[in-house]
């Protein structure tokens, strides 16, 4: 399913200090350009970071099941931020800032548009995660037949899956489900595979997905350094992803 494929190894991702900037802002990066956020090329091709006070993210692999020329669809003007407005209930704001249009015409019926990528997620202060919660926040659907939908799943850092779902924004019947809340059993560290997909059938048909979030909660309890390590060392091996991207192939 992956073309774009970076790795950090477990002993570059923990030298990095997670924890330490925290003190100073409340979400940074490493990595990109700008502090605050990443573009989608810095995050999940270049294989960037992004932390809070409580949880860090980087960017594993990206897929563009598309054909650029038709979708224009241009990862740099994609942005990642990190979300930090609720205890212990950090996570990223996708923002495709227009890029993720869909539309017949111009383009030919049935185009579907599609867009995949894999991150990791490890708790560094305020317990392991054990929830997610995905949520589109700016989609516009016109048309009769126009739909669109986010299909979610988590693994833990042995590649095992811990949960699969989707939110969906349908124009013709209403069944829309734009909001998904999943539990799972306490990680330290989890992998989230994102696949995001569009059709257009009819003329007058169009998808416009401008942002959509993904909030991870944590259970308070003590949490050691060595727990942090292992979660960092296990999600930065190439075997458990490579693993995973065969699960996802």
Known sequence: MFRNIKLLPAVVIASLGFGTTAATAA????GCADPTFCTFTEFFIDGAIIETDTLAFFGLASDFENDP???GFDP????ISGLHDQPLNDGLLFD???EYFNSFPPFPPDTVLGVAFLYGVVALEGGPINHVATEITDLTLTGQSSDLVIAKS???TNSDELLASQVVGESENGDSQLASKNFFPNQPAVLVTDAI????EVPGDSVNLETFEQRFSQTPEPFSFL???LGVASLGGGSVVSRSLKRKS
Do not use: A, K, P, R
């Not at 979400?27 to 490493?30: D, H, K, Y």
């Open 27 to 30: 979400v940074t990066t490493i």
């Open 69 to 71: 020329i038709i979708t």
């Open 76 to 79: 740099d003007n994609v942005f």
């Open 96 to 98: 495709f800032n227009g």
């Open 154 to 156: 988590v693994t833990d």
């Open 197 to 200: 997909s569009s059709d257009v």
């Open 227 to 229: 727990t942090l390590l």
